[in-house]
Each structure stands twice: as C-alpha cells, then as structure tokens.
C-alpha cells in the first residue's frame, strides 16, 4: 500500500531556533495536510496543500507542496515551548481515496 | 461551531468485553472516519462512512464494526476485545464535496481506551 516517510523522527531543539520536517512518498499525491499533536488531544489540522509548488503560511508555520508532488515540507520558524507536540503529515489522492498519514515527528523544544 | 465530539473520553474493558465507541461530528460534516491510535504504530486507519454507507475499509479484523446514522453520527463497536486494541480511538469528519483533492479532516480529542 502507499506510505508515507516522515523525517526526522524526533527532534530536540533549543527554544528561538527554526525547525525543518518533511514527508516523501513513491505515489503521486492531489493533497498535502499538515497535522499538529498534544499529549492526550487529537490532531489539529495546521496547513492544506493542494496544488503542486504551493506555498502556504500560519503564523510562524510554513508548509510546501513540492512540485513533484511526491513530497512536503513543514518549517517552524522561531520555535517556542508551546511548539512541543507530534507533527504528522498526511497525502491525499482525492476523490474518495482516503488519506495516509506519515508516523509524525516528535518536537522537544527547550526553553 | 462545535467541533468533532468522542464519547466517553475514557474507557477500561477487560478482555473478551465488547465495547461501543461513539462520535458527532461537525454540523454539515457528512463523512466520519475512525482510526486506531497507538505508539509503535502511528495512526491506523478503520474504516470511512458517508451517507449510512461505508465508503472505505482499513485492514482490521471483522471484530472492527461500525455505522453511520442519518444525522452523519457515527459509533464503532469492537467486539471480543483483545490486549491488543488498548489504544486511542479517533473519529474524524470531513464536508465532502471537493472535487479536486481531498477535504480536509478535522479530528476529536479521542476515546482512550484500556483492555485488561
């Protein structure tokens, strides 16, 4: 089946510093979601990509759909000690086609 | 708007117990998804329901049931409950009706659940 890879698997990064994360695929995807995680909650969805080379914002958030839409990135930039939580990525084929998630990257960040 | 909502928050099973999870999802959301929620294995998908109807299917044991109702609540049921299913059950819903790319999922705060 299709997989996600989701790199790095945790990172430990000191409170000020920008942060880097991204997810590759074999498959082709029609969407990119950036999701965020805090101990005992669901995910929160932080970015939607949909089209190949996009670039899109939230606050101190930046994610890409990369232009061979096999892949996306996420930067955090500034990180700061609410940043803390698992970071998944998630590719859709649209239609009815479910999504598939990566096994997130955990975010440790000292103050 | 009120957002995705899991009932109970929290359960504790014992084995060969079955176990009815339930899940309301955003008003006008008319797709629910469950998945299965554990440390080694990431987030597992279940299975999808739109419109009463189960639209997609994960690779879990027949024991993983669930339904959709006309007002697009949903309930999963696990039967025969094994050590193995002590996870954190998540429910998702989506608008449905994009036809380029997928909707966006929005996910509830889960049902943890224990098996002993």
């Known amino acids: 089946g299709q997989q996600l890879n989701q790199s790095p698997q945790s990172m430990f990064i000191q409170e000020g510093e920008d942060v880097s994360m991204n997810c590759t695929s074999s498959?082709?995807?029609?969407?990119w979601l950036w999701y965020k995680q805090e101990p005992g909650e669901g995910p929160v969805l932080l970015i939607a990509l949909y089209k190949a080379g996009e670039l899109t914002s939230n606050g101190r958030l930046t994610a890409q759909f990369g232009i061979t839409r096999k892949d996306s990135f996420l930067n955090i930039s500034a990180s700061i000690p609410s940043d803390v939580g698992i970071y998944f990525c998630?590719?859709?084929?649209?239609?009815?086609?479910?999504?598939?998630f990566g096994k997130g990257t955990k975010l440790t960040v000292n103050p | 708007k009120a957002g995705v909502t899991q009932t109970p928050r929290y359960l504790i099973k014992t084995r060969g117990q079955q176990v009815t999870l339930s899940c309301s999802p955003i008003s006008g959301h008319r797709s629910v998804s469950w998945y299965q929620q554990t440390p080694g294995q990431g987030l597992q998908f279940l299975f999808e329901y739109f419109s009463e109807t189960q639209r997609n299917k994960g690779n879990f044991p027949g024991r993983f049931s669930g339904r959709q109702f006309s007002n697009s609540r949903s309930e999963m049921n696990v039967s025969t409950l094994e050590l193995g299913d002590s996870a954190l059950y998540l429910c998702?819903?989506?608008?449905?009706?994009?036809?380029?790319?997928?909707?966006?999922?929005?996910f509830g705060s889960g049902t943890q659940l224990s098996v002993l």
């Open positions: 998630a590719g859709g084929q649209g239609g009815s086609e479910k999504l598939v």
């Open positions: 998702a819903s989506s608008l449905v009706g994009r036809r380029l790319g997928n909707e966006k999922l929005f």
């Open positions: 498959s082709i995807f029609n969407t």
